[in-house]
């Protein structure tokens, strides 16, 4: 396996999915913690509308905390953390 580490800003454009294989949305920038010199989380835009329609309100994109990503390859794989906050949402409708 190849150690040679690359540029963080290989990063931005690259589609991200859940672990699920649900598209979630694309990396636009990064949240740097510049004392620690690591990324803590991703910027994301092109949004899946049917996973974030209720979370929305008018925002161009959501910040993902880099703690949920699972993997990065030519896509980034994360927590199916996402979903499941649909799936409790659809689950306390009173009946």
Same mark, same amino acid.
């Given at each position: 396996?190849?150690?040679?580490?690359? /540029?963080?800003?290989? !990063?931005?454009?690259?589609? #991200?999915? *859940?672990?699920?294989?649900?598209? #979630?949305? $694309? +990396?636009? &920038?990064?949240?740097?913690?510049?004392? &620690? $010199?690591?990324?803590?989380? !991703?910027? !994301?835009?092109? !949004?899946?509308?049917?996973?974030?329609? $209720?979370? &929305?309100?008018?925002?161009?994109g959501v910040l993902l905390p880099y703690r949920w #990503?699972?993997? +990065?390859g030519d896509v980034i794989l994360v927590n199916d953390?996402? /979903?499941?906050? *649909? /799936? $409790?949402?659809? /689950?306390?409708?009173p009946a």
């Open positions: 396996m190849d150690e040679t580490p690359e /540029e963080i800003t290989t !990063l931005v454009g690259r589609e #991200v999915y *859940s672990t699920n294989g649900v598209f #979630v949305g $694309e +990396v636009e &920038d990064l949240r740097l913690n510049l004392d &620690d $010199e690591v990324v803590t989380g !991703l910027a !994301l835009t092109q !949004l899946n509308a049917e996973l974030f329609a $209720e979370y &929305d309100g008018g925002s161009r #990503v699972r993997a +990065v953390v996402v /979903e499941r906050l *649909s /799936e $409790e949402d659809e /689950e306390e409708v």
